[in-house]
Nanobody, 124 residues
Framework: QLQLVESGGGLVQPGGSLRLSCAAS????????IGWFRQAPGKEREGVAC????????VTADSVRGRFTIARDNGKNTVFLQMNNLNPEDTAVYYC?????????????????WGQGTQVTVSS
């Protein structure tokens, strides 16, 4: 069974950091672009960052550029999202997703497999 599992979410104060992980089971991530998306209550799902299958290319949304970094370790079958200088507007459920076509685009419709999400709450 193909599965993506996110971890690393939680409650953090403004200005703090978190590192999210996306681990795959049942398949290898080597041939997939991986994206991180988020959805806040009452808002549409937003693409945050994505990384190509080899890790050679990344895309980061304007809203998080300079604060969030995506990386992958194919040997561990895991993709990471390092989030620094968090602010309350970053509060959302964060999802990772796998794109079989390796499009490298932050378009949710391009992604075939999705995790269940992990909650990130930024609050003092």
């Amino acid at each position: 069974q193909l599965q993506l599992v996110e971890s690393g979410g939680g409650l953090v104060q403004p200005g703090g950091s978190l590192r999210l992980s996306c681990a795959a089971s049942g398949f290898t991530l080597d041939y997939y672009a991986i994206g991180w998306f988020r959805q806040a209550p009452g808002k549409e799902r937003e693409g945050v960052a994505c990384i190509s299958s080899t890790g050679g290319s990344t895309v980061t949304a304007d809203s998080v550029r300079g604060r969030f970094t995506i990386a992958r370790d194919n040997g561990k079958n895991t993709v990471f999202l390092q989030m620094n200088n968090l602010n309350p507007e970053d509060t959302a459920v964060y999802y990772c997703a796998a794109d079989r076509q390796n499009s490298g685009l932050l378009l949710a419709k391009n992604y075939d497999y999705w995790g269940q999400g992990t909650q990130v709450t930024v609050s003092s």
